[in-house]
Structure formats: structure tokens, C-alpha cells
């Protein structure tokens, strides 16, 4: 076959100026939060890299409202996916309660450092800290809230749970973490 | 709900602020009536604030930046596209100028009915097309990837990850050998409905690097990506969605059993 007819690509000038408008001045938070909900720098870049191509791809068609949100709820399939995936025990279907009910997505354990933890002397630290130690669930809600500013809405569709658990979620991660600044002092 | 409960939800509403005019107005009059309630907002507002002094977007490396910001760059044109023929016409120089490089033209046009080499990719493409056609898309039928992955491991000299993704909707259909660039590189062949995706695997060039880029070559959708010892190409029929969930899958894949065969035996 002759290589005529060779298209550069599949990307469209409308998808591409959308991705500029919409996805890249993100970039920052997507990294963040990918990192954030993996705990790994370079699992984080390739996670942003496959959910960036996706929101490219959705891009050709699809006009995108609330961009940050919607670009984090992609980030965040693609890290579920890549959890799941890097996991053998996990099955495909589990959803995050079933991933944690069994343990697989469970913060390392918080026995070792847990007390060295409580005396470190800096609160950010500790803050760090007692952020990555708790559940996915309960992380990735309130990272998407207090980090990136997510409404509850936006949070209920990004995470797939109702509002109501949303809140509950927030209030426990929040009472975790204001528990390990009490103990300190 | 607890009476409790409702109220640690209210102030945590007030403090994401997701109360309406109303509930606005009647928390900030709870506050007053209350200094325990005014005190505990006090805190859950620093405990926030701390949090993102803590945890603060992070920026992305440089060369992630770098990589993301090149997916919505224009496609470079080709030396060939630049200096083909119709567009040196198209160029507004005069006329003069144009008939005294005739000469020049003719001897591009010369070299053009070269038979070029296929590239790497043309070459996949071209053996994506051809398979389809014949209606033989592998050489070795089997959805297990203890037949497949040995059978092209005694044909092909480079390590191949059959990965077995049919719980994910990608059950392996076997593999093939395919010549590219003078090499014998294995094939997988996965389905998807009545689709197929072949995922190739080359050496590493050298100059690879670990971004997922996506084309189209003759109406069929490409991936190309690397990780720390190969380099895939994958071509599809699929729409290009549902090759980057593919993609997706298969880096993870990908990357599980590598740190598996690193990992020692329990």
C-alpha cells in the first residue's frame, strides 16, 4: 500500500484548541492530585498522560463545562484503573468501598510511623502525613474539596457516590485529621 | 441523623460553602448565639487552611508540561509535505523565479518515483490491513498467554508481554511474527467486539521516550508508547477512545508484571 493519504493526525484543530483552553491550564492540579491519590511521582505522570489523551479524544466531541472538575474525574478513573490493574487480587468491578473493604486500597499501615508521626514537630508534616494515611475514599474527597476546591456536586459525580455520602466522607476525613493536630499538642 | 451529626454538617456546609442565603444567615446567627459552635468553625476553617498550606498543588515536572503541551501542538509538517511540489506552486514567488527552478522540480519529482521505504509505522499498518483482508490475523490461535507468549518468545527475539486483559473486554486472540525495519518483532492480536487491535512490539530506539502518542495512518487509529525495555505500537480499528482505554489497560499491565517477575518468588 502507497502512503498516500497519510493523516498526521486524528486530532482535530476544534479538540485541540479546546484541550488549550480547557485541560492544559490544569495541568498542575491533575499532577497533584494524580500523585495524591497513588502516592508515586511517576505512576502520577503516566496516569495524567492516559487521562490526558482521553480528555483529547472526548475533546473532538464534547463541549466541557466545569474543566477542572471534569479533568480531575478523568484523572481519577484513570488512577482507579491503574490501581485496580497494578493489584491482581482486585476484580475489575470492585468499586473503591469493595477495594477497601478488602484491604487493597487501604493507607499503608499506620502502625510503624504512627507515633513517630504524632511527635513530629512540624504540623505540615504531620498534616502530609495523616492526609496520605487515610482511606482513598475518604482522601480523594477531601483532597477534591479543600486542595481543589470540587463542590459537593461536582464531587458526587467525580467519585460516583451521593451527596450525602460525599459529606460524610468529608466530615470523617476531616475529624481524622483534626484528631492527629489535637493529640500533637 | 443525630442532632449532632446535623450540626457537623451544617458547619461543615457553612465552611465549603454550600449553604443557600438562608442557611447562610441562620448559621452565622447559631455562631453568635453559640461561642462552642463559633469556636469549632474557627477551628475546621484553619484546619483547612493548614491543609493547604500542607498539601499544596504541586507544579508538574517540566517535561510532563512539555509532553502534555505537544498533544494540542500543530503536527509538524514533514520535510517532504514542506517542500513537495504542489505547495512550491502554491508559494507566492514570481513566475520567473518559478520556471528558472523547473529544472530543480523535475529533480525532485525524480527522486519522488523512488519506491520509498515503508516506515515503521506504514509497515504495521500495511500488515494490519493485509491480515485483515486474508482473514488470518495470527499465527498462533490461543486466548491463553501461557501458549501465546511462549510461542513467540522461540520466534522473535524480543520478550513479550501477552497480557491477558479479556476481563476488561480485550480478550487475546493470539499472535504473530511480523518483519518490521529487518527485524522479526512479535504481534499481539486482541479483540474488542468485532475489532481488532494489534499491539507490536519493538526495540527500544534510543530516542524513545515514555509519551503515549496517538495517530492515524490509511483511516486506522495508532498508539505508540515505551516503557523501561520496550517500545509498542498498536493499531486499531477501534474508535481512538476505546484504544486509550486500551492503552490504558495494557501499560498497566504491563508494568504489574514486570515488577512481578522483579519481585522474588514467595
Known amino acids: ?185 | 441523623m443525630s442532632a449532632a451529626e446535623d450540626q457537623i454538617l451544617q458547619l461543615q456546609a457553612a465552611l465549603d460553602g454550600e449553604l443557600d442565603a438562608i442557611g447562610t444567615l441562620a448559621f452565622e446567627r447559631a455562631c453568635a448565639a453559640d461561642p462552642e459552635l463559633a469556636a469549632d468553625f474557627s477551628r475546621a476553617k484553619a484546619l483547612d487552611a493548614a491543609l493547604r498550606r500542607a498539601a499544596p498543588v504541586e507544579p508538574a515536572p517540566a517535561a510532563l508540561r512539555a509532553r502534555m503541551a505537544a498533544l494540542a501542538a500543530p503536527p509538524k509538517q514533514s520535510w517532504r509535505e514542506r517542500f513537495s511540489v504542489p505547495s512550491f506552486f502554491a508559494a507566492p514567488w514570481p513566475a520567473m523565479a518559478a520556471s528558472l527552478m523547473v529544472g530543480v522540480v523535475a529533480g525532485a519529482g525524480a527522486l519522488s518515483l523512488l519506491p520509498p521505504a515503508l516506515s515503521p509505522d506504514q509497515a504495521l499498518v500495511a500488515a494490519y490491513v493485509r491480515t485483515q483482508i486474508g482473514g488470518q490475523s495470527v499465527d498462533v490461535v490461543s486466548s491463553d498467554r501461557h501458549v501465546v507468549k511462549p510461542w513467540l518468545a522461540g520466534r522473535a527475539p524480543l520478550a513479550v508481554a501477552a497480557l491477558e486483559l479479556s476481563s476488561s473486554g480485550f480478550p487475546l486472540v493470539g499472535g504473530r511474527v511480523e518483519v518490521i525495519d529487518g527485524k522479526v518483532v512479535p504481534t499481539l492480536v486482541y479483540r474488542r467486539r468485532e475489532h481488532r487491535i494489534d499491539v507490536t512490539e519493538l526495540p527500544l530506539s534510543g530516542h524513545d521516550d515514555r509519551i503515549l502518542r496517538l495517530d492515524s495512518l490509511e483511516g486506522y487509529h495508532m498508539a505508540r508508547w515505551s516503557d523501561a525495555d520496550r517500545s509498542y505500537v498498536a493499531v486499531t480499528d477501534l474508535p481512538v477512545a476505546e484504544l486509550a482505554d486500551f492503552v490504558t489497560l495494557f501499560r498497566a499491565g504491563a508494568k504489574g508484571e514486570r515488577e512481578d517477575e522483579i519481585k522474588p518468588k514467595q
Open chain 1, 1 to 185: 500500500m502507497p502512503g498516500r493519504g497519510h493523516l498526521p493526525l486524528t486530532v482535530s484543530e476544534t479538540a485541540r484548541r479546546r484541550f488549550q483552553a480547557v485541560v492544559l491550564p490544569h495541568l498542575d492540579e491533575a499532577y497533584s492530585f494524580a500523585k495524591g491519590f497513588v502516592r508515586n511521582g511517576v505512576d502520577a505522570e503516566d496516569i495524567v498522560q492516559d487521562a490526558y489523551l482521553r480528555a483529547l479524544a472526548a475533546l473532538e466531541t464534547q463541549q466541557v463545562e466545569q474543566p477542572r472538575a471534569w479533568l480531575l474525574t478523568i484523572v481519577r478513573n484513570v488512577a482507579l484503573t491503574f490501581l485496580t490493574r497494578k493489584n491482581a487480587a482486585a476484580t475489575a468491578d470492585a468499586d473503591i468501598g469493595d477495594l477497601e473493604r478488602q484491604g487493597i486500597l487501604q493507607a499503608h499501615e499506620p502502625s510503624p510511623g504512627a507515633e513517630a508521626r504524632l511527635i513530629a514537630a512540624d504540623e505540615n508534616e504531620s498534616l502530609r502525613r495523616g492526609l496520605a494515611d487515610l482511606p482513598l475514599a475518604l482522601r480523594e474527597t477531601l483532597t477534591l474539596r479543600a486542595i481543589h476546591g470540587l463542590s459537593y456536586r461536582e464531587i458526587s459525580t467525580a467519585t460516583e457516590a451521593p451527596i450525602g455520602t460525599v459529606m460524610s466522607r468529608l466530615a470523617r476525613a476531616r475529624s481524622a485529621l483534626a484528631a492527629l493536630l489535637g493529640e500533637k499538642t
